[in-house]
């Protein structure tokens, strides 16, 4: 009974966990853009043309589609401008991009279109004059992986018809005084960068998913299906054998070939893979296939419940229960795993279902499937090998009774909460409204009150035997189970504690909310929009400064808003101890004319600086020589570094941890 609480933590933790990249090849932080652009021109007849503007991405970076996904929080979409010269030229239709099928994405809760590696855009033109057909052409964009977000960038081509040559750049863009003037205010003067270098976070979430699908063949070893069949198959190789030796080769190559099937069930999802990688995706989050599995899983629950029994055809079993007969040796072992597999389907069968929709929606894809599969047939597999080394621990296994259908029940109620994670992506999907947050934790916490109930002997199912007191185990798992129905209960508020840490990207996202969510700052935090505005509060208040450079579009920033920020420890302490300055570097906000000017990259390049999020996306890389977000850095009043800046970091305590850091150097420099 021990394993059964492990089971909720296994489903519950294939969620996507993201690592900020950072490009630091050298200590001043250069950076690379992952994207380039070429523009040409084709010629169809005498007043024809067609202007195709082409982007190649790095592996990994995807461009977003020019159609605008109708939500709160959404990526930026790639758009084209054109000058506007109606006696030259006029243009047919829109500009036309390459037919793709739109990706779910669950923190945007939209479905949302994107390219990668190669893609061109096609504008049709018909020109008028040919004596002055110069087009001028611009395209404005964002790139992101899946793990950041570049600010947006404008691109111009200029085109000449007439000799049919392309032009790139801002050519005809001059830098006066003015504007070195004003690129200069954005120098921030920092002081102690060069102490500083950023750490890549990585993780390997193989190793995360082997373990959690480790503990779920452990889990379903405890199940009436497969617990019997462990001393009945031990004894009959050890027993069956000509001597002990072979009985234990035979013992070990069965739990071999178990590990084997589970690993060839993935092998299909490999392919499609090959073929595209984004179809898994796709299968994962299509409505159609989300509803069908929530009947399944429904249907799966019932069926624990003990109302119906769901097997196999009984021919499959018995065409390789013969197999295993007839032919004998390593063949003959290797279809009486699989007859394991198939007879033992209606426990393994909705576990190896979670296992499934986790790695398939998760960054791994197949081979992160794999792993998992690889994990859980090692499970199934080790008593099979341990106990044929050492007959003798047969003697220590609980004998079989009514505690498995405990067991049975208890996958029951997780199959029927898990059943409404795939009605709420159909949801996410559709924008039903029908599951909103609070609405799903509330449903997950009637099937907690649920399978407490049953476990406490309040509630009975068919299958169960004779009532009988309540075992320590099973009353030690009730508890357990009624702990986790009551840290479910604040998700059903409006407040800071709503958050659920533990279920992190299981539940809709904290925006889909049954209330209003709309704030200024995240959290209802007071946070300057505006460098020079909390430049001078921070002097005012004398408190130290937390930079975030952030943007609408960013899923990583809204990650660290609710699921880091909003710890209680770390929410105090940026309320309390530091000013919030919050820089929003896709903010399309147009800058004041006189706050306008043309900016120099190192490059040569000319950028013009127009908007809010232009200003900001530069005041970063002039600064600090990086452009990704979420980025942090914490500094003085007299604009001193405090700490090394840091990017993505999910774990709050580090967080936190990195901000009291800052806060002792603050105090140690005898500023306060």
């Not at 082409?54 to 020019?66: F, R, V």
């Not at 009947?295 to 009984?314: C, D, H, K, M, N």
């Not at 279920?503 to 209802?524: H, R």
């Not at 147009?590 to 120099?600: T, V």
């Amino acid at each position: 009974m021990r394993y059964l609480a492990s089971l909720l933590l296994l489903v519950l933790s294939f969620t996507t966990a993201n690592a900020q990249i950072f490009d630091d090849n050298d200590q001043n932080y250069q950076f690379s853009n992952p994207i380039s652009w070429e523009a040409e021109v084709e010629q169809e007849n005498d007043s024809i043309y067609n202007l195709i503007f082409t982007a190649t991405l790095e592996e990994g970076w995807h461009l977003y589609s020019q159609q605008e996904a109708d939500i709160e929080i959404a990526p930026i979409p790639t758009k084209f401008t054109y000058n506007d010269s109606i006696d030259a030229f006029e243009l047919i239709g829109e500009t036309e991009e390459p037919e793709s099928e739109p990706y779910y994405d669950e923190v945007f809760g939209a479905d949302i279109i994107y390219f990668e590696d190669e893609v061109s855009f096609t504008q049709k033109i018909k020109v008028i004059n040919p004596e002055e057909s110069e087009v001028v052409a611009e395209v404005y964009f964002s790139v992101c992986d899946d793990e950041q977000c570049l600010p947006p960038e404008t691109e111009r081509f200029t085109i000449s018809l007439q000799d049919m040559q392309v032009t790139s750049g801002f050519t005809d863009l001059e830098v006066s005084d003015r504007d070195q003037e004003l690129a200069d205010a954005l120098d921030m003067n920092l002081k102690g960068m060069e102490a500083y270098h950023t750490e890549e976070e990585e993780g390997n979430n193989f190793t995360n998913i082997f373990l959690l699908g480790f503990l779920g063949g452990l889990i379903a070893l405890l199940t009436p299906c497969v617990f019997p069949m462990i001393p009945l198959t031990v004894s009959f190789f050890t027993k069956g054998a000509k001597n002990k030796k072979k009985g234990t080769v035979n013992a070990i190559s069965y739990g071999f070939f178990i590990v084997l099937i589970y690993l060839l069930l993935s092998l299909p999802f490999h392919l499609l893979d090959s073929v595209n990688p984004e179809l898994l995706n796709n299968i994962s989050t299509n409505v159609s296939l989300n509803i069908l599995f929530f009947v399944i899983f429904i249907i799966f629950a019932f069926s624990f419940f003990g109302y119906y029994e769901i097997t196999l055809p009984s021919s499959w079993s018995s065409k390789m229960d013969d197999k295993a007969s007839s032919v004998g040796g390593f063949i003959g072992i290797f279809f009486m795993a699989l007859t394991l597999a198939l007879v033992s389907f209606s426990c393994t069968g909705p576990i190896l279902g979670s296992l499934l929709g986790g790695s398939l929606t998760s960054d791994g894809g197949a081979m992160q499937l794999s792993v998992g599969m690889g994990g859980f047939g090692l499970a199934l597999a080790l008593p099979f090998a341990l106990f044929a080394l050492f007959p003798n621990w047969l003697n220590s296994l609980p004998k079989s009774g009514g505690w498995l259908n405990t067991v049975k029940v208890t996958l029951g109620f997780i199959e029927l909460g898990l059943a409404f994670k795939f009605l709420s992506n159909a949801d996410l999907v559709e924008h039903w409204g029908i599951l909103k947050r609070e609405i799903f934790i509330g449903i997950w916490i009637l099937v907690g009150i649920g399978l407490v109930a049953y476990l406490f002997g309040l509630l009975r199912f068919p299958h169960d035997g004779p009532k009988q007191r309540i075992s320590k185990g099973r009353f030690g798992v009730g508890v357990l189970v009624l702990l986790f129905v009551i840290y479910l209960i604040p998700g059903l508020t409006n407040t800071s504690h709503a958050n659920l840490k533990l279920l992190s990207g299981f539940p809709p996202p904290l925006f889909y909310s049954v209330y209003d969510k709309g704030t200024e700052a995240p959290l209802g935090l007071k946070a300057y929009k505006d460098w020079d505005k909390g430049l001078e509060a921070a002097k005012r208040e004398n408190k130290p400064m937390m930079i975030d450079f952030t943007g609408w579009a960013c899923v990583n920033c809204r990650k660290m808003e609710e699921q880091v920020w909003s710890e209680p420890e770390v929410f105090e302490t940026i309320r309390d101890d530091y000013i919030l300055i919050s820089l929003y570097v896709d903010d399309r906000l147009e800058l004041d004319e006189d706050e306008q000017f043309n900016y120099i990259r190192p490059n040569g390049s000319i950028k013009p600086i127009k908007t809010i999020g232009d200003k900001w996306a530069t005041f970063q890389t002039i600064n600090f020589r990086n452009n990704s977000q979420p980025f942090y850095v914490l500094v003085d009043p007299e604009v001193n570094m405090l700490h090394e800046p840091v990017g993505y970091m999910p774990d709050a305590e580090k967080y936190y941890q990195w901000l009291q850091e800052g806060l002792d150097k603050f105090k140690e420099d005898g500023i306060n």
